[in-house]
């Protein structure tokens, strides 16, 4: 019986419908199959790594065992990036083999996330690109998710935000409203990003938003973190024993899932707080677990982060020697992967060290030290902030565009239409352009109406104006008022299309159309249409206040299709157009038949009209 796939980013479990390409036995009995048999005295196994464990053991189908290695891959990295680096080389080899693209995909991330995690920034990047675009080519938005996320981290850890923060955006963009573990991850990360940011309101709603989604698919690992997350923000905001109590919470999940970084840092945590609340023992305790599991992981950063702490409890505890100890190996760590912000608090705690040991000079060394590579965090972190805010501020207004647009139009816009609207900084200003105007009604509707029930009428009329909406839109056309029994159609405007008086002849032909055929289905009565088409000037813009605005089309073209439509009642036609779109459309077999120069109501001079036959 296969296992349920659980935990950190799941691959599909597409290997039970894989074909059955079989690598020879002797290929598939190979060492990395005892991947945790080997490390078990290191690394408590939780129970998914033994059950993908024991599938492996079993699985003969080649791209059954790529994705298999692959999720164990992700399940155990963090506890031992070496031996996982490892196992994500075979797995690509053997997906390469095979021509597995899905499996070249995820393997070629994980490699370039053990690569990022283990520092080598600069191998990992072109591998994280190369993931994201194997990920696009299959249209795997889940997929491409997690290629954002792990891309984030990579520029994360450059301090580069505003880059960390587009990705993210990207990510959640792709996968948002779908409950799944990466919208989960997304909405994660950016909370942390705000955290950093120091906007804890805007942190905490979304540390909240990621536990909505983590916790009804009961992803231990995702809670746990998203927990981590907000003990992190209360220890900033000052608040430590609430700090604690999520700590400590998240504690309880790492140590049900057995996720050890999650513990690495769940012990840091409560050891930092502890710090604070001057509970010292009680921090070196926790601040030495996790940096038990930090060194077999060889995750530099979280050693760096864990050791600084060591030192400041030492520090504070006047073993000044024992905390040397600590921030020396910290600074020497902190150099070799050019981590300045945590060089920053190493330089701080072995000025205080120096200056309590009475040793002016080698304060002053470390305090030149500290200078510089303040000067140059200060000024990279600037500059990262401001475009970060100015990336954030440029989502919020795409946002709010994109709901005023729908409030003005309703549901009745095309995704054409609404990007082109978001590309215009002038909504709002009334203009004159050149558009097409159409006007439906459908003939009779009073006579049907009469005598039936209302919920029988209702379903006729979305019957009807259903599929007749959807053929405006895919003409890009919008819908401008429904008018009981018709409506009113406005195509090159808010968008401009030259094509529009083409476009909405089109629509018309497909209309009357489509209408027959939902009587031949039967879906509705036989039921006949009267459409008028003018072309010409338009003065448009909205109309209202910042409470309630509708877009609003006026002039003489609104006029003159609206009289074209009413005279098919007098004609007994369906469909009838101005010589201004005569002129401009190509009717390819269509015949249109000239009614003569006709008096339109309004209108001085008479004006020539056709019927679309």
Not at 46 to 63: A, E, N, P, Y
Not at 149 to 164: D, P, Q, S, T, V
């Amino acid at each position: 019986m296969p296992i349920i796939l659980t935990g950190s980013e799941n691959l599909r479990e597409e290997y039970h419908q894989t074909s059955t390409a079989v690598i020879q036995i002797s290929l598939l009995i190979h060492s990395s199959f005892y991947y945790f048999d080997m490390n078990c005295t290191s690394v408590i196994m939780s129970k998914v790594i033994r059950d993908i464990q024991d599938q492996l053991k079993v699985t003969r189908d080649g791209k059954a065992r790529v994705d298999l290695m692959n999720q164990l891959v992700i399940e155990s990295r963090d506890n031992d990036s070496t031996t996982s680096l490892a196992m994500s080389e075979e797995a690509l080899d053997l997906a390469t083999q095979l021509d597995y693209k899905r499996g070249i995909a995820y393997s070629t991330l994980n490699i370039g996330y053990l690569k990022d995690f283990q520092g080598q920034k600069e191998e990992a990047l072109p591998l994280l690109e190369k993931a994201l675009t194997l990920f696009e080519a299959l249209d795997d938005k889940e997929a491409m998710g997690y290629a954002y996320k792990y891309l984030c981290w990579y520029y994360w850890g450059l301090g580069e935000m505003n880059k960390a923060l587009k990705l993210m955006f990207n990510g959640l963009k792709l996968n948002e409203g779908t409950n799944t573990v990466i919208e989960g991850w997304a909405l994660f990360v950016i909370g942390v990003f705000y955290s950093d940011m120091k906007n804890y309101p805007l942190s905490k709603d979304y540390l909240n938003k990621a536990l909505e989604v983590f916790r009804p698919l009961d992803y231990e690992h995702g809670i746990g973190r998203t927990l981590n997350g907000l003990s992190a923000v209360y220890d900033k905001l000052g608040e430590n024993e609430k700090a604690l109590d999520f700590g400590l919470e998240a504690l309880k999940i790492h140590q049900q899932a057995n996720y050890q970084m999650g513990l690495a840092r769940s012990y840091n945590d409560i050891g930092s707080i502890n710090t604070k609340l001057e509970r010292y023992p009680e921090a070196a305790e926790h601040l030495s677990k996790s940096l038990s599991i930090r060194r077999v992981a060889k995750n530099k950063q979280a050693v760096i982060t864990t050791l600084t702490a060591l030192g400041d409890v030492h520090f504070r505890q006047k073993a000044h020697q024992r905390a040397l100890e600590y921030l020396e190996e910290a600074e020497a760590l902190a150099t070799e992967i050019d981590a300045k912000a945590k060089l920053i608090k190493i330089k701080q705690l072995l000025i205080a060290i120096y200056e309590a040991l009475d040793q002016p000079w080698e304060a002053l060394k470390h305090h030149k030290a500290y200078s510089v590579v303040n000067t140059e965090l200060l000024s990279q972190d600037a500059e990262s902030r401001i475009q970060s805010m100015e990336a954030l501020l440029n989502e919020e207004k795409k946002e709010r565009q994109k709901q005023r647009i729908e409030m003005l139009f309703g549901q009745q816009v095309s995704s054409e239409v609404v990007q082109a609207l978001l590309d215009k900084e002038d909504n709002d200003d009334v203009k004159r352009s050149q558009a097409t105007i159409m006007f439906l009604d459908i003939r009779n509707f009073t006579v049907f109406a009469r005598g039936k029930d209302p919920t029988e009428v209702i379903r006729f009329q979305n019957n009807v104006f259903s599929p007749l909406i959807d053929i405006i839109t895919q003409h890009h056309g919008i819908i401008n008022q429904i008018l009981g029994d018709g409506f009113m159609a406005s195509f090159g405007i808010p968008m401009f299309e030259k094509d529009h008086c083409q476009n909405a002849f089109d629509a018309g032909l497909d209309i009357i159309k489509r209408m027959k055929e939902l009587a031949d289905e039967g879906r509705i009565p036989p039921t006949k249409v009267g459409i008028g088409l003018h072309t010409g000037e338009v003065t448009s813009g909205n109309i209202g206040n910042e409470i309630r605005k509708q877009f609003s089309i006026a002039g003489d073209t609104v006029i003159m299709a609206a009289r074209l439509e009413q005279l098919n009642k007098q004609y007994q036609s369906q469909f009838l157009i101005s010589k201004d779109v005569h002129d401009k459309v190509n009717p390819g077999k269509v015949i249109l038949k000239s009614l003569g120069k006709l008096d339109l109501k309004g209108f001085e001079k008479v004006r020539e009209v056709f019927q679309v036959n």
